[in-house]
C-alpha cells in the first residue's frame, strides 16, 4: 500500500454553477452503476479492473457494442464514466460487507437464541461524492495553475483556475485529484502517493533472532503526559524513553471552551437534535484537539525514527465510560479519549510515510501488571506506601520490588506485548527479560546501582513542559529533534 499526502489548493470561485453540475452528474452516474451492481449482485465477484470493464460492456454504446444492455443515459467523458464506475463498485462493495457483518451478527444471536434488534444497512439513496478526475480530466500545469473539464448542463468546458503556488512533496507520484464543492467554494485536492517497501509486522519481529529490531512502544494518557514512549528490544533493552506532555494545558484550553458552550447553551435553552450552535467554539475545540494530535503525534514519529524504530505499537483504545459531573468535564474527559484515537490515527500515517508500521496490542492490565515479573503492582503517589491500586497514580512498585514510572512501566508492558506475540523467544509467563529488565531498571529510571536502592524517575527524566522530553537511556546523548526532522510534517 502506498503513503499517501494531500495538499489541498483553494481554487478561485468561478464557474462554481457548472462545478456544481460536475459533481451532480458525477454522482447520478454512481448512482447508476450502484442500482445496477445491486440487481447484479453476482458481477461484485469480478475484480475491480474486470469488473470495471464489465460495466462499461454492459451499458456504454461503442461501434463494437452497438446495443448495450443497459445503456447509459447520458455521454460521458470516459475518464470521468471511469471515475464514476470506481466510486460506485467502492461503495457496492462496502455496502455489500456491511450488510454480510450484519447477517452474521443476526446468525451468530440466533444460534444462542439472543434477541436480535439490529436493523439492516440500507442501501445509500443518493450520493454525495465529490468527483475524481482522472487524467485527461485536468492538466496540472505546474504549481500554479489547473485546467478541470466541467459540465455546464449542456456542455464540457476546460476551465483555467490559478493555485496558490505551494510546492508540491519531492519524489512523490501525484494522482488523481479531487474538486471539492463547499458552498460557494471550489477546493481541488491533490493527492500524493510513494510506494513504500517495508515487510509485515509479524515478519520482522518473528524473524528478530539476534535482537536487532528497536520498536517504540507507547502509552497514551489523558493526564498530563499524552504519550509516554519508549524505545525498547526483544531483550528487555530500554535504550530510551520520552514523554509528550502538554495535555493539561490544552485540557485546560478545552474545558473552557466547553464551559462558554455550556453557558451558551443555558442562555438559548436546548436545541433541537443536529442542530448546530456555537459553530466558532466548536470550530475553535476541534483544530484545539487536531493540533494537539498533530504535535503529539509528529513528536512520537520524530522519536521512533531517532533511534530507527522499524515498528510503533499502542494498545487498543477502550471505550470511553463517562464520568458524572458538570458538562464541561464530561465533554472534556470524553474529548481527551476521542484525542487519542487521533494521535493514533495520525501517527499511523506519518510513520508509514517513513516506513515505519504501527500495531495495537490488547490493553489488558498493561498498567497493572510490573514489565519486569508480571506480577499484579501497586500504584501511588510518590512519598506514600504502595499498598492498593489507585488508577492514575504516578508511580508503581510490584511485589519483588520494581518501582517506576506507572505509565513508563505500561509502556514497556505494551511493548513486549508486541514482542511476545510474534517472538518465540519472548514469553509474558516466563519473563527472560527480568534478568535484563532489572539492571535496565536501573538505567532507565535512574537508579543508583551502588546501593540498589531505587531513586524516583524524576532524578533521571527530564520533563520540558509542552514539547517534550525526557531520555536516559544507557549512555546515550541527549539529542534534540535532528535538523532533517525539523520541517517535517
Ligand atoms: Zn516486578
Known sequence: MPATKTIIEQLESKRVEAAKATKELYNEAIKFYFELLQGHQSLLELSTKKL??????????????????????????????????NSAIGQARSFHSNLERWHKKKDKAQLRKKKFNERPPQPPKEFHQNPVYYQGMYRIVNEKEVYLK????????????RMSGRSFPQSWEQASPKLVVKGKKLFLHICFEKKIKVAPIKQQVSKDTSNELVICSVDLNINNNLAVCRILKADGTVLASRFIGGGKASSGRRKRALGRVAKKRRKTG?????????????????????????????????FAFEYRARIIVFEHLGNFKPQKGKYSRRGNEKRSYWLRGKIYHFTQYK????????????????????????????????????????????????????????????????????????NKQVSLKKPILKKVGVSLLYNAEGQDKRDGQVAPPELAVVHYENNVVALTGQGLPFSSTPAHLKNFS
Open 52 to 85: 470495471l470493464t464489465e460495466l462499461e460492456r454492459l451499458t456504454v454504446e461503442t461501434l463494437a457494442n452497438p446495443q448495450p444492455a443497459f445503456a447509459l443515459p447520458w455521454n460521458l467523458p470516459a475518464m470521468f464514466r471511469r471515475a464514476a464506475i
Open 150 to 161: 466541467l459540465y455546464t448542463g449542456q456542455a464540457w468546458i476546460w476551465v483555467k483556475y
Open 270 to 302: 436546548n436545541l433541537r437534535p443536529y442542530e448546530q450552535d456555537n459553530k466558532k467554539l466548536w470550530e475553535y475545540i476541534n483544530n484545539l484537539d487536531k493540533y494537539e494530535a498533530h504535535r503529539v503525534s509528529r513528536r512520537i514519529v520524530e
Open 351 to 422: 510513520a508509514y510515510e517513513l516506513g515505519i508500521l504501527t500495531s495495537r496490542v490488547s490493553p489488558k492490565n498493561t498498567s497493572r501488571l510490573c514489565a519486569y515479573c508480571q506480577k499484579v503492582v501497586a500504584r501511588h503517589n510518590r512519598n506514600q506506601k504502595p499498598k492498593e491500586y489507585r488508577p492514575g497514580a504516578p508511580m508503581f512498585t510490584c511485589p519483588n520490588g520494581h518501582r517506576g514510572n506507572a505509565d513508563l512501566n505500561a509502556s514497556n508492558n505494551i511493548g513486549l506485548r508486541l514482542f511476545a506475540r510474534f
